[in-house]
């Protein structure tokens, strides 16, 4: 709390001074507040509402049966890697050789982490688009390196094209960190943006991370991975994971695909921190890769009706929110109503018992956005988005009898009757 | 329009007008579209899928292989259908393997399910054999399991 106040004594002179200055996730705060109102309907979630599918928790129970559970290769065992080089090969069209360019991590996060500091010399810049996953600046500056957020906009449904990436980029640019489709926009960029940004990309000599642990959840298009443009696949650091395709964000089982020399360098970094990835996960994900194909098809179609609901939903609201092309986050405005997403979010959570997220927790470039997951019951959507509707029209009620009345923000009567 | 019956597919219970908020489309149309679902044989009826332990049914339940000789015109279909007609018969079905129907039925108790099939089953012509397995306990029932229930508890409410 005091940290500021008192860095030279107590223990907080101990802390190095970059991690003192790296700001706490807005989600964790917010999650605080959610936590008080445990009867709230919960669109804050980021991970699928589905369980495992029983054919992969049942490989883990089988391993651990088997009494597996010892270290493995630093690289994950060899079994899953060529399960993941064949997923490669079928997903995203690439071919890794499994014995030395995939590396299996504890999570896309960790090799998001390996990444950055397998590549950076400090003061390297990075450029990401924003609004993006939380992690992705407190991590660039984690390995020493400059962050640059480049801005994208509902404008362009938050693709990224590489006129504005020219525009941030600056001498020292050593990578570009890519999410497609992006947590928490939903937004896609298509194969022509994104050819345009791997020729950037070359002309100005980046490394690409491309996270693409959302590949499966695309709705409208299939996902098309910015490896597989020409000259990128030397130059690409491909992360993905079993999380959010399987629904198995507690296993956490991530990986990376790259050339032989950068996965080494990345490799050396997991072995002296991490040692390897749990092995009953890693058996878990094998299982996944090889045969979940069937329960992904399933629930993207199951996502994708949720998510016409939901946005058509907001559009009607006076919300106005882009169509998502992947993930299963909707990322409405919420401007119109005359409150910034923050009071938004609070009062929502006060006055409705609804949970969404502040698109300022994905950084500056979500400001007047909230994310909505819609990765939950019909049930719970219909009824989170009645409270909506109602929340904003007592909200613009009361901004229309007189504004200072709503800037106050306080518990009103009409608005405190609803139960859960 | 199939996509009422996706919606319906996916085993969440929603009213007609829910159905209709979700998909966008009125009441009515929704309406429409189960009943026209309903008239071409789609959608056979409705029933709750009950847990037969909470819901403190004495209802005995049974499967039985039955053996039948096929018919030189309509091969099976006749005395399966003569078996399925019997309302103690919830479902009926032509297997491959060592028998032909499989047969579920339930009664009031053991007596009652025993009578039945010496009775009625057995002695319908063309039936030559019938081997009886009392159901004993249910572990999952039309994709739903029974057992313990996989818990949220953890799940945070919030997450990036």
């Known amino acids: 709390m005091n940290l500021k106040k008192s860095s030279t004594e107590g223990p907080a002179r101990f802390i190095a001074s970059h991690v003192k200055g790296l700001p ?117 500056e984690l390995a020493h390196g400059e962050p640059i957020a480049v801005p994208t906009s509902a404008g362009n449904q938050f693709e990224l094209d590489s006129d504005i990436l020219r525009q941030y980029w600056e001498p020292g640019c050593k990578a570009l960190m890519l999410c497609f489709p992006t947590n928490p926009t939903g937004a896609v960029t298509d194969a022509g943006k994104l050819g345009q940004i791997a020729r950037f990309a070359v002309e100005k000599d980046l490394l690409v991370i491309s996270d693409e642990i959302y590949a499966e959840l695309t709705f409208d298009a299939p996902h098309r991975s910015i490896a597989t443009f020409p000259g990128m696949k030397e130059r690409t650091l491909l992360l993905h994971g079993v999380s959010k395709a399987f629904a198995m964000t507690g296993f956490r089982i991530g990986y990376v695909c790259g050339t032989a020399l950068l996965v080494e360098a990345m490799m050396k970094v997991h072995q002296y921190s991490m040692m390897c990835a749990p092995i009953l996960s890693q058996e878990a994900a094998r299982e996944a890769f090889t045969s979940g194909q069937s329960s992904v098809a399933r629930m993207r179609e199951q996502y994708m009706r949720r998510r016409d609901f939901v946005v058509r939903r907001f559009n009607d609201i006076g919300l106005s929110c882009h169509l998502p092309k992947g993930t299963f986050y909707a990322f409405p405005c919420v401007e119109s109503t005359g409150l910034d997403e923050s009071e938004f979010c609070n009062r929502l959570l006060l006055e409705e018992k609804v949970a969404v997220v502040p698109g300022t927790a994905f950084g500056e470039a979500g400001k007047g956005y909230v994310r909505a997951s819609f990765s939950t019951s019909y049930a719970n959507l219909l009824e989170a988005m009645k409270r909506i509707e109602r929340f904003v029209g007592n909200v613009r009620k009361a901004g229309s009898e007189g504004d200072s009345v709503a800037a106050r923000g306080g518990r009103r009567m009409e608005s405190v009757e609803t139960s859960s | 329009m199939n996509e009422v019956l996706n919606l319906l597919l996916e085993g969440e219970h929603l009213s007609s007008s829910k159905i209709g908020e979700i998909l966008g489309l009125s009441d009515s149309e929704v309406e429409h579209e189960m009943t026209r679902l309903q008239r071409e044989g789609i959608l056979l009826g409705w029933r709750p899928v009950l847990n037969s332990d909470q819901a403190a049914s004495d209802l005995v339940r049974a499967v039985i292989e039955v053996k039948i000789s096929p018919e030189r015109e309509g091969g099976f279909d006749r005395t399966a259908e003569r078996i399925s007609g019997f309302e103690e018969v919830e479902s009926c079905y032509l297997m491959s393997g060592a028998y032909d129907l499989l047969v579920f039925v339930r009664g009031a108790n053991l007596h009652e399910v025993a009578t039945f099939v010496s009775e009625r089953l057995a002695t319908i012509g063309g039936v030559l054999s019938t081997a009886t397995h009392f159901l004993l306990r249910t572990y999952k029932d039309q994709g739903f399991l029974l057992g313990r229930k996989v818990s949220d508890a953890d799940k945070p409410a919030v997450s990036p």
């Open chain 1, 24 to 140: 706490k996730s807005g989600i964790r705060e917010f999650f605080a507040l959610v936590s008080q109102t445990p009867e709230a309907i919960s669109l804050g979630i980021g991970e699928p509402d589905f369980v495992t599918p029983w054919s992969i928790r049942e490989a883990a129970i089988f391993a651990l049966e088997r009494g597996r559970t010892s270290y493995t290769d630093n690289l994950g065992l060899i079994q899953l890697r060529e399960a993941i080089a064949a997923y490669a090969e079928r997903q995203f069209r690439l071919s890794y050789d499994p014995k030395s360019e995939i590396l299996v991590t504890v999570g896309v996060s960790e090799a998001l982490d390996l990444a950055l500091r397998a590549i950076i010399n400090p003061g390297d810049k990075v450029l990401y688009h924003q609004p993006s996953y939380v992690s992705y600046h407190p991590s660039i």
